[in-house]
């Protein structure tokens, strides 16, 4: 069993849509939650990051973190084309000093 | 801007041949990545480095090598190639005063084909 999970996807959505990302995780050493958006012929770019439970908001977007239920979300809103990429959720162990990543999930927004 | 430049966008390799995959960051971060990205994968960390001529292993690191003689620059070795490991190679930097939540900056990859 992997230790994260992200819905796989992929998702097409009209612009203007809610969008909501999605990963699970088993180990409850992950301290760091974050996400990074990635474009087609790029590599990821950092995001959001979270540290505690709750939500954590940046104009259109806002991650929530759920560590009793070891659940992170990421929500879109008002999404626009320009949000077509794939999303990485990636989670930080500080005792084991490296990142383990979900597979990503591609999303493309429709005018 | 914090940079990282990888060597190649694309390349084409045959089995059997020795291949190195460059990586620089221009931003003095001391610790570098290296990571292949494969559908239904994800990304995987193949080697990291916290210091120049330090290495440490990742999840994936058989049938690779790392070498990082500078600062800057952190290279991933294919000591001989093989068909599966036709991937997208990602390189990533961290400063260490953000280690405590490494943030990564990544490179725009390599796509390499091993035929």
């Known amino acids: 069993q992997k230790e994260v999970e992200q819905d796989p996807g992929p998702l097409s959505v009209p612009e203007g849509a809610i969008v909501s990302l999605n990963c699970t995780y088993s180990?409850?050493?992950?301290?760091?939650f974050m996400w990074y958006r990635q474009y087609s012929r790029k590599g990821p770019e950092l995001l959001m990051y979270?540290?505690?439970?709750g939500n954590k908001e940046d104009g259109r977007f806002t991650a929530q973190v759920d560590k009793s239920s070891k659940y992170i979300s990421l929500f879109i809103r008002d999404s626009q084309p320009s949000d077509s990429a794939t999303y990485l959720c990636?989670?930080?162990?500080?005792?084991?000093?490296?990142?383990?990543f979900g597979d990503g999930t591609t999303l493309t927004v429709k005018p | 801007d914090v940079k990282v430049t990888q060597s190649s966008r694309y390349l084409v390799k045959r089995t059997g041949e020795k291949v190195f995959l460059e990586c620089v960051q221009d931003m003095d971060h001391e610790n570098m990545f290296w990571y292949r990205q494969d559908p239904g994968l994800g990304l995987r960390l193949i080697y990291f480095?916290?210091?120049?001529?330090?290495?440490e292993k990742g999840d994936i690191p058989e049938g690779y090598s790392v070498s990082r003689e500078k600062k800057e620059r952190f290279s991933l070795i294919l000591e001989s190639a093989s068909t599966n490991q036709t991937s997208m190679y990602l390189c990533?930097?961290?400063?260490?005063?953000?280690?405590?939540?490494?943030?990564?900056?990544f490179g725009p990859g390599t796509r390499l084909t091993v035929l």
């Open positions: 979270t540290y505690s439970s």
């Open positions: 990636a989670l930080y162990n500080t005792n084991a000093g490296k990142s383990t």
């Open positions: 990533a930097s961290s400063p260490i005063l953000l280690a405590v939540r490494n943030e990564q900056f």
């Open positions: 180990n409850s050493a992950f301290q760091y």
């Open positions: 480095s916290y210091d120049v001529k330090m290495k």
